[in-house]
């Protein structure tokens, strides 16, 4: 039999790291018998991240290093005003649109593009903007103008989706819905 007295975390980025189970794992064990705890890895920052288990018993001590890498993800938000509009045919709604970088690495070949009914809305300009590398923590504000034309009908809602695409970052939308008044 050997019994185990401690199981503990220590060294340089020994906060980075948790462990579960492992209170269970402090007792007397039979020849033969063992018990499973987890290690658990939660960066604070980006880099290099490095502890020391140490288990200790009646047996001795026995320590493992841990190592892991920390990185910061991108994290994309999109944002549209006035997200419900409406005007009189041939007038024009401005969507200002906010696209933000709330995480840690910077959003790569950013753009932001429409899409809508071109049949009922004119949209004036370019339909994506380009805003390139988006830095952590940073954001643009782009207005798009959008023309209610004739052909729209009086009280139908027409959708105008808004997505931000990153090469780094999750697909982001958002959608405003436009009217036409009488």
Do not use: H
Not at 54 to 70: E, M, P, R, Y
Not at 102 to 118: D, E, F, M, P, Y
């Amino acid at each position: 039999t050997a019994e185990v007295t401690g199981i503990t975390l220590s060294g340089a980025n020994a906060s980075q790291y948790s462990l579960s189970g492992a209170n269970e794992c402090i007792g007397e064990f039979g020849s033969g018998n063992n018990c499973q705890f987890e290690v658990n890895f939660t960066p604070g920052s980006t880099g290099q991240k490095t502890a020391l288990v140490t288990i200790t018993s009646d047996a001795g001590v026995s320590q493992t290093n841990l190592a892991g890498t920390g990185q910061d993800k991108t994290q994309n938000s999109l944002t549209v005003k006035p997200r419900n509009a409406s005007a009189r045919k041939g007038k024009v709604i401005q969507l200002r649109v906010r696209a933000a970088n709330t995480g840690g690495t910077a959003s790569k070949s950013t753009n932001v593009c429409v899409r809508l009914n071109q049949r009922a809305l004119r949209l004036g300009g370019n339909r994506c903007r380009t805003i390139g590398s988006l830095p952590a923590g940073a954001s643009r504000n782009i207005t798009f103008r959008v023309r209610v034309t004739w052909r729209a009908r009086t009280g139908v809602r027409y959708p105008v989706s808004i997505r931000m695409n990153s090469g780094n970052a999750i697909v982001r939308k958002v959608v405003a819905n436009l009217r036409r008044k009488r």
